[in-house]
């Protein structure tokens, strides 16, 4: 699975930057505009929505075929506990 | 009664995980009831690096270390410089097969100290981890974590056994910050860095300045007196500058002006110790005796050019012990 990013994010960024005329990276130290252009750009990053997958399901069938090819392991994991039926639901 | 979901202790997450599902991090998955690694011996990641590049400047100081990692983060920060594997799922990039034993073999053939667990965030192979840890220590090599810190306390204390020492990235000093930059919360990530000086792991600490988010005197200060209130004045402190990457390329390059005078700020708070990383700032990488202020050890970038630490860790100037790790290195000009 890819970031949410991809789809979400970036177009967001690429209709503000059309809004700013901004079309390149700004430079660094810049003069007095800079404030309001990083107020800018962190106003759009905190209106984008959750970037990061949540747990999250799996191809199984894939990933088995790949561990199958020795490509990904299925190492036991530690730290790892039983989750009550009442409480799963 | 017990179902096949399982909850994954490992992290501040504690995910809960049905049967087909991943954690958080991508590479703990349940299959049939049962969590498992998918990139237990499966490096995406392998390189030969200096010490320096960590950034570890007072742990055996110009040597090589063996660096590692897979794919996957429990963190997703929105700076991230690996991004293309720490939020990768583990199908999605093609691994190396490496397991402990190779690891070890291949560090040592390599001519490296030590092997670095960094790149993504080392704590989602942790059974990697530990497991190559055990066997670098029987070998003769140094174990290196290179971390966000975002790890429950279980775990960490059973990790840091093997661990030698650490570089752990501090992001900035509020839950806000962490939640909304970096999907995770600031307290255990402070519980992380006191455990490991408890535990006697050598530590330096890392803070990525971004511009905009963490950057003003306030956050600099804060972070600045917690680390040496907390931590004391012997843990090295390394400031970052932040390029552009990931989900903020739009945001300027930290000024070189912002990072000298968060050096400052450190310094003010008590710290001896502190650097300046990814850009050059006036005595950023250069390491003074805390007593006298004789030049010790400089470097160009990643090289060290220039050591008078003694082997045992002694100013040649004034005998003033410096806090670190410092091996066989001995009192040299290069």
């Not at chain 1, 503000?16 to 990083?38: K, R, W």
């Not at chain 1, 799996?58 to 299925?74: F, M």
């Not at chain 2, 307290?187 to 600490?205: K, S």
């Not at chain 2, 708070?269 to 300046?276: D, I």
């Amino acid at each position: 699975m890819r970031p949410l990013l991809d789809v979400m994010l970036v177009p967001a960024l690429l209709a503000a930057l059309a809004v700013t005329g901004t079309v390149s990276h700004a430079p660094e130290d810049q003069g007095p505009d800079s404030t309001s252009f990083i107020d800018r750009v962190l106003e759009m990053v905190r209106e984008a929505p959750s970037w990061k997958h949540p747990p999250g399901e799996l191809d199984v069938s894939l990933v088995r075929e790949l561990i199958e090819q020795g490509i990904l392991s299925a190492h036991p994991a530690s730290w790892a506990v039983p989750y009550p039926e009442e409480r799963a639901d | 009664m017990a179902t096949d979901t399982v909850q994954c202790l490992l992290c501040p997450h504690c995910c809960v995980i049905r049967v087909r599902e991943r954690g958080v991090c991508g590479v703990r998955a349940n299959l049939d009831g049962e969590l498992v690694s998918l990139v237990y011996g499966r490096p995406v990641a392998v390189h030969v690096d200096p010490v320096e590049k960590k950034p570890l400047y007072h742990f055996m100081p110009g040597t090589a270390t063996f660096s590692i990692a897979t794919a996957g983060c429990n963190l997703g920060c929105r700076f991230c410089q690996n991004w293309e594997i720490s939020q990768a799922a583990p199908e999605d990039v093609p691994p190396y097969d490496l397991p402990p034993e190779a690891a070890v073999e291949e560090a040592l053939r390599s001519g490296c100290d030590s092997i670095a667990f960094t790149y993504t965030e080392p704590i989602v192979f942790y059974e990697y981890m530990l497991d190559t840890a055990k066997l670098a220590r029987e070998a003769g090599l140094a174990s290196i974590m290179v971390t966000a810190g975002y790890i429950n306390e279980g775990p960490l204390r059973e990790l840091a056994q093997w661990i030698d020492a650490a570089n752990v990235d501090l992001k900035g000093m509020t839950d806000a910050y962490y939640r909304e930059m970096c999907y995770g919360t600031l307290e255990p990530v402070q519980r992380t860095l006191r455990i490991l000086q408890e535990l006697g792991v050598w530590l330096e600490v890392t803070n990525l300045v971004v511009p905009g988010w963490n950057d003003d005197e306030e956050d600099l200060r804060s972070l600045s007196e917690w680390v040496a209130g907390e931590l004391g004045e012997d843990v090295p402190v390394h400031f970052s500058r932040f390029m552009p990457m990931y989900q903020l390329t739009e945001l300027p390059p930290t000024p070189a002006r912002t990072l000298a005078g968060a050096r400052e700020i450190s310094l003010e708070a008590g710290s001896r110790y502190v650097y300046v990383g990814n850009v050059v700032v006036e005595n950023g990488s250069l390491t003074r005796c805390h007593n006298c202020g004789a030049d010790l050890i400089r470097r160009d970038l990643f090289e060290v050019t220039m050591s008078r630490i003694s082997a045992s860790g002694h100013c040649p100037d004034c005998g003033a012990s410096i806090p670190g790790v410092w091996g066989t290195g001995g009192t040299e000009e290069r």
